[in-house]
């Protein structure tokens, strides 16, 4: 995990990522025992979140959608992700993708683990977009998480 503090979501930035060891802190704290669902956000930035999500068996994320288009990868266990009337089944090392804001849900069928990415669009008529293209051009960052 980067320096700083490991509870905040970090900057895009080099940063090397423990998964295991997040997996097992988080397999291990009292939101998963109590709601069968407990995440870390690992980075949050203008335009990208990459998030660290176990599930219980028959445990969820109903149906929402995203910002941006997403995808799915299950690191163990499997999971029912459904969307657009598709019901697909991942195991370990399947990714599943999805345009922005397209309704969808995932169902753990089994104990799991995924990694899911937001790559949220970046324009003129984003805030956070505008935010970046500012410090982008040379403009320094005052943001604090």
Do not use: C
């Amino acid at each position: 995990m980067p320096e700083g503090r490991p509870d905040r979501p970090q900057p895009i930035a080099l940063n090397r990522y423990d998964l295991q060891g997040q997996l097992a802190r988080l397999r291990g704290d009292t939101p998963l025992a109590e709601h069968g669902r407990d995440s870390l956000t690992l980075v949050r930035d203008a335009g990208f979140t990459l998030l660290l999500v176990v599930l219980k068996a028959g445990k969820g994320m109903p149906n929402h959608t995203a910002p941006g288009p997403i995808s799915v990868l299950v690191l163990d266990g499997r999971v029912a992700f459904t969307a657009q009337d598709t019901r697909l089944e991942l195991g370990p090392h399947e990714l599943a993708t999805l345009p922005v804001r397209v309704p969808h849900e995932v169902t753990a069928l089994e104990d799991s683990a995924v990694l899911i990415t937001i790559a949220e669009p970046v324009t003129h008529t984003n805030p956070v977009g505008l935010e970046s293209e500012r410090q982008g051009a040379g403009g320094a960052s005052s943001r604090q998480d």
